[in-house]
């Protein structure tokens, strides 16, 4: 039990520190240049959306890879 509370913790924190990389990566970007007049609050949302889908996935694939490599010595 106390390993799968580990195994959660890890990946809220995993989850959160990159969700935070990817908004401070998009922050980079010149948004302003694509938006609609008027439309600020659905560009933040939009920005919002985006960030926590590139960083869940970047995220996803740092814990794969993270726990199949714990489970590599398995095999033999």
Same mark, same amino acid.
């Given at each position: 039990?106390?390993?799968?509370?580990?195994?959660?913790?890890?990946?809220?924190?995993?989850? #959160? !520190?990159? &969700?935070?990389? /990817?908004?401070?990566?998009?922050? *980079?970007?010149?948004?302003?240049?694509?938006?609609?007049?008027?439309?600020?609050?659905?560009?933040? #949302? !939009?920005? &919002?959306?985006? /960030?926590?889908?590139?960083?869940? *996935?970047?995220?996803?694939?740092?814990?794969?890879?993270?726990?199949?490599?714990?489970?590599?010595?398995?095999?033999?």
């Amino acid at each position: 039990m106390v390993g799968i509370g580990v195994q959660s913790l890890i990946s809220i924190l995993s989850h #959160l !520190l990159f &969700i935070s990389i /990817t908004w401070w990566a998009l922050q *980079a970007i010149h948004y302003e240049k694509w938006m609609k007049p008027n439309r600020v609050v659905q560009m933040r #949302l !939009l920005l &919002i959306l985006v /960030t926590i889908a590139i960083g869940s *996935a970047v995220s996803n694939f740092f814990l794969d890879y993270l726990f199949l490599s714990q489970r590599l010595p398995m095999m033999w």
